[in-house]
């Protein structure tokens, strides 16, 4: 997992500092926290020859409001994609509200919460306070956070896993072979008559980590409770 930080700013931009925008990277997928004005730039310029950014990989972009510095890069980057002929859907997130956001963005109108370029599709989401995303190894939460207006957080957290111990599956007698990736993935399996249940090999249960991502907020109790393990 890598956080970058591509925006830091409030506002207006500085010279050093572009406006609010974060990636999380996980598993060579990119998730976009928020996407100031310039934040396709930044992606540009923080990408390296052993650390590709490329800003075709967001799949999905999650919004904490509609404050022009948190959204203003959006129409860039997806005029961007478009140009360049991206197929794969993209998926926009946001409190209530987001579809007329983008939909004013991009000068388009969208069909059940869907917009249709000329290349690819963006399927529009609303969020509230809960679960919005998950994948087979992590989860993303949305929570309320104090603002002007409506403004959402959200939780990136990864699901617990148990670690295989070989040296365990060793002492029962298993030798290395496909047998090790069944037990892991929570198959119990018969080896010479002998029952082996993933307990058995397994690590007990180890917590994911989790990154919290607001946009402005004041001082705010639900940034405390949703950063705290075992919240849901
Ligand atoms: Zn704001």
């Given at each position: 997992?890598?956080?970058?930080?591509?925006?830091?700013?409030?506002?207006?931009?500085?010279?050093?500092?572009?406006?609010?925008?974060?990636?999380?990277?996980?598993?060579?997928?990119?998730?976009?926290?928020?996407?100031?004005?310039?934040?396709?730039?930044?992606?540009?310029?923080?990408?390296?020859?052993?650390?590709?950014?490329?800003?075709?990989?967001?799949?999905?972009?999650?919004?904490?409001?509609?404050?022009?510095?948190?959204?203003?890069?959006?129409?860039?980057?997806?005029?961007?994609?478009?140009?360049?002929?991206?197929?794969?859907?993209?998926?926009?997130?946001?409190?209530?509200?987001?579809?007329?956001?983008?939909?004013?963005?991009?000068?388009?109108?969208?069909?059940?919460?869907?917009?249709?370029?000329?290349?690819?599709?963006?399927?529009?989401?609303?969020?509230?306070?809960?679960?919005?995303?998950?994948?087979?190894?992590?989860?993303?939460?949305?929570?309320?956070?104090?603002?002007?207006?409506?403004?959402?957080?959200?939780?990136?957290?990864?699901?617990?896993k148990r670690k295989f111990i070989k040296e365990k599956a060793l002492a029962l007698?298993i030798?290395e072979?496909?047998?090790y990736?069944?037990l892991q993935?929570?198959?119990?399996?018969?080896?010479?008559?002998?029952?082996i249940?993933p307990d058995d090999v397994l690590s007990e249960p180890i917590?994911?980590?989790?990154?919290?991502?607001?946009?402005?907020?004041?001082?705010?109790?639900?940034?405390?409770?949703?950063?705290?393990?075992?919240?849901?």
């Open positions: 997992m890598q956080i970058i930080f591509l925006g830091t700013g409030g506002s207006i931009p500085t010279r050093e500092r572009g406006l609010s925008s974060l990636i999380i990277e996980y598993l060579n997928q990119l998730y976009l926290f928020d996407c100031g004005e310039g934040t396709l730039r930044q992606m540009m310029k923080y990408s390296t020859k052993n650390n590709k950014l490329n800003f075709m990989d967001i799949d999905n972009v999650f919004i904490t409001h509609f404050h022009a510095d948190h959204i203003l890069g959006l129409g860039g980057l997806i005029h961007s994609m478009n140009f360049l002929e991206r197929k794969k859907e993209l998926n926009i997130y946001g409190g209530k509200g987001i579809k007329d956001v983008v939909e004013k963005i991009l000068m388009v109108n969208s069909n059940n919460n869907q917009i249709t370029l000329r290349n690819f599709k963006i399927n529009i989401h609303q969020v509230s306070e809960g679960l919005i995303f998950e994948e087979e190894k992590f989860k993303i939460y949305s929570f309320k956070t104090l603002h002007t207006e409506e403004s959402f957080g959200y939780v990136f957290e990864e699901k617990e007698g030798p072979s496909r047998l990736s069944e993935r929570g198959k119990t399996i018969n080896f010479k008559g002998k029952i249940t917590k994911g980590r989790k990154v919290v991502y607001t946009g402005d907020t004041m001082p705010c109790e639900n940034v405390i409770k949703f950063s705290q393990a075992q919240i849901f």
